[in-house]
Every structure is written in C-alpha cells, then in structure tokens.
C-alpha cells in the first residue's frame, strides 16, 4: 500500500523520483524519502506527512548523482516519524532499500539479526532487509539481495542500491513493482503511473523475480537464479487521464468520469441486440459460481449475485476475499471462481484466486488495470475499462464492475440459448444520459449535504438489488467522512437496528420504484413514527414520497438490473460532499490507501 521509484539514466534523479512520489501518493502518505547515490555515498532525505515535506527538505536543487530510489509510506509497522520513514539504510550507509509489503518472520530475523551485532533503528520489519543485504555482500550485489530474500516469510515490492554499483535491483512477491524502459534510462515503480511522465513501455514482474536494472537496460531472474524472459507491455493510458482537468479533487473527476467508463466499458460488447465477450465457459460442466472480492467490489460482487442467478440458474456465493482461503473453500473443476479487484493487485483477492485455482476451480477475473497480476493469473476476464482511478474512495470502478457482472449473466443466458430481455439492451445504450442526468444534481445534492454535515451516525436501507448498494452507499461516507454509517437490508431494521432510530439518526432509503416500492415505503413509515430525519432517493416521477420527507434525491427510471448505478451516483456525491464541507481531502482520507496490497 506504499508507493516505490526509483530511477537510473541521465535526467535530475531527485526530481524524477519526487515527481514520480506525487503521482503514488495516493497509496500513502504519511511519510516519504529518497536516497540518491552521489559521489560522496548514499545521501538520504526524510520528512513526515505529504511529498511537499520532502521537497522542502531536498530543497530543490540538483542533486548529483547516478541513480535513486524513492518511497512513500502506509505505516504497517511503527508510527509515521522520519526514525521509520524509508529508505531504511544499513549501519555503515552502504545498502539502501525501499519496501512495500510485509515481512511475517520479522521478529525472528530481528533476534537473528540483534545476535550478530546489527543495530535496528527503526520500528519497521522493513529495515532488517537493508541489514540482511548487507550481511550477505561478499561480492555479488544480486547475489547477496536474493540470499537475503531467500529468508524472508511474506510479501515485498523491493528496490535496493549498493553505494558502488551503478544499478538498482528490483524484486516482488505479493506486491506488485513494474520497469519502465526508455532510452538509456530506467524506470521502477510500484504503479505505472509514476512512470508515464517518461515511458508508456512497461514489465510486469512476477512473484519471486528479481530484476537488475542499469542504464541502458535491464535482466530478470527468478530467485534461483534462472534467467526469465519477460514481455513488454505498452500502456494506453495518458498522463492527461491522471490529471484533476479542473476539478477540486480526484473522487470528484471520477465521479464524472462514470458516463464515459460506461462507453468505454460497453463498447464492442453489445452488438445487434447480442452479448459479445471472449469467454472460454462450458456450461453443461459448470455447477456453481463463486465470487470473491473486498470492499467495494464486495458490493458489487453481491448485486453480480442477483443478476447471475435470475439471468442463468446457476447458483452463486459471495465470499469476502480475506476470508476466503482461509475456511478450506469447497471448490472444485465444476466450478467458476470470479474475483474482482480495481487494480489486479488485491493482496486478499489475489491470495483467493491462488487457492482457488489450487483446487481446480475455473477463474475469471473483472479487472480495471491491464497487465496486473490478477489479470495475469486468472484463465480469462473481463478488463473494466475504467480508465485510472486515483481516488481512494472507488466510484467509476464500482459502476463498471456492476455492468461487467451484468454482461457476464446475459452472456451466459445467451449461451443457454436465451435472448437477452430487450428492455435492459435499450437501458444500456442510455445509461450513460442517464448517468448524465443524476451528474447535474451536484449542487442540489450539496445543499442537502449541509444540512447533515455534522450528524454523527447515519442508516443506510434497500431492499433486492439495492441492499448491495446501501452498503457502498454507507462505506463511502464512513471512508472519506468519518462519520459512522452502516447500510441495511431494510426489512432488518426492526430486528434489531431500530432500537438507535431517534431525531439524531438520519436514514437514507434507496426507494426507487420496483418489486420493493411498497415494502419500502411500510420501512419509511416505521421510522417517520419514532423521529427518525429520512433521506429518500426515489424516482423523478415519484409523488408518494414527498409526503414522508423533504429530503429528497430524484433519479431517472431504468431497468431494475441498472438502478444500483443510477442509485448509486447521488450516494457518491453525497459522501463526497460532507467530506467536503468537513475540510477533508477525500483522496487521501486517513489512515486509508488505494491499494491494498498487503493482507
């Protein structure tokens, strides 16, 4: 969950690395640093909180030097301080590394370590690899960086520098770590985006590789030593797509963004009335579908659930990733494992997907990053076509996941040799207008977000399809808020969730029109007869509800399958919009980072 460059060529190494750091920050932000190999050694520079304290530090000015490797840090281990900021250096500053992950066996190696006479400063697992490293140094850098991996128990997204060579090692496993290639000079990062300033020719390392990177190129070899040959990806993406393009933050680009990923998601895929997809599916052999994600893509995994079992028969569980293997899952061949993760790089995710096809299951991936490890693992997929998402509080990567979940169900209802209802095919074509349409709501829904800005609980309640979406509606409020909210199926509240309903508790209902519509409006009624303030998304041409609240969000009427996106997007101004007023930079909410990439 921490970001990592490093670079080696002829430009500023310093503002290559601190350009490269703005552009991570997004996975962590409590600290940051930078070592520089110059002719006098290893200099270093640390500083707590955002990369603007580390660029006040370095000063500006042209460092020289060869190469360096930089970081910005999600404290696992030890408080945000500059003591356990990285790089994390050996006792005589000659091994400097940058890490990304978590070591299981640390203090064990620690101990070991502490014996040999090596002091640790820090309070990080990350720093015993700079001591091991040097440890190990008899003559082969390479040598004494994989030596020293060979004892590590966990995962690692690693750079190292050596005060006399005139390369840096790269190795992953678990945390994902990328080369860019350019023309004498080289790139490693955790992300592509900190790169494509420089380079859109990219190498994805595997799982227990190490890489030599120098100037004008660059080996890969996996931990026993064994060349590898690796491809070279070609990234489509624009520094322009990373970019605010005017807006205050990034949630809220994205947020915007949604009508196009819709385009972008759907293009290719609808075609005469028919479902296109690439997908490689024996259904006279498949029993069962099984779909594990975290978080967001939770949410989304459980309203795949409802379309996939109406459109196919075929009956689905929804796993939470991290709990996944560790029940012993009952999978097997007649089985179809689909995971979901925004990035491909989900340490809980991938470690699910691993086991699964362990057991023999089929695997599918719904993926937004190409050329991520998931995507790389899985037996075939669905890319999202989101386009980069920065913000940590995900909003266009949710609304395509749930149209990539949909097309899956039509596709495999086709492949049963059942029509698509034409109904949700038009719906599709305009979704995007219709996305459109909720998108001008911004302000009107800013003004009911002051009116809440400083209540300090909220419910969330819906019923069918939009139960999922009660639960990303309250995660993204608790996420960039802070305010605790918890989402409901709404026929729950009187077993139990009631009993906290009084004139302090807002209840936000998902009320739009479907097979629900009257249970719902029974719900309202329960809560309107203890006090409880009601906030009701409903649709446009809606009349009974305005007698329950003035709180009201209209949206367009669609398909039941799409009203969770279209239900979805006034959820995601409204959170944003309380962070707001708050003063709270939502894309760096505390405590919090993009991806999550340890367990």
Known sequence: MCGIIGYIGPRDVSSVLLGGLKRLEYRGYDSAGLTIKSPEGLVTFKAVGKIAELEKKVGGGNLKGDLGIAHT????????????AHPHLDAKGEVAIVHNGIIENYYALKDFLTKEGFKIVSDTDSEIIAHLIQKFHNGSFPEAVAKALELIEGTFGLAVIQREENKIIAARRGSPLVLGLGEGEMFIASDVSAVLDYTKKIVYLNDDELAIVERDGYSVKNLKGEE??????????????IEKKGFKHFMLKEIFEQPEAVINTLRGRVKEGKIKLSLDLDLNSLRRIVIVACGTSWHSALIGKYLLEKNTDI????D?????RYRDPLVNKNDLVIVISQSGETADTLAALKEAKAKGAKTL??????????AREVEMGIYSHAGPEIGVASTKAFTVQVIDLLLLALFLRQEKGLKPEKTIINDLEVLPEKIKEVLKQSDNIRKLAKKFVNCKNIIYLGRGLNFPVALEGALKLKEISYIHAEGYPAAEMKHGPIALVDKN???????????????ILSNMEEIKARGGEIIAIINKEDKRISRLTDNIIKVPSVSNELMPIINAVPMQFFAYHVADLKGIDMDKPRNLAKSVTVE
């Open 73 to 84: 840090r999600w404290a696992t281990h030890g408080e945000p301080n500059e003591i356990n």
């Open 365 to 374: 991936g719904i993926i937004n990053v190409v050329g991520s490890t998931i």
């Open 228 to 241: 590898v040959n690796k491809k070279v990806y070609e990234i489509k993406w624009t520094l322009d797509q």
């Open 320 to 324: 939470y990733a991290s709990e996944f």
């Open 505 to 519: 508790m807002p209840v936000m209902f998902i009320a739009t029109q479907d097979g629900t519509y009257e249970k």
């Open 315 to 318: 009956p689905v569980e929804v």
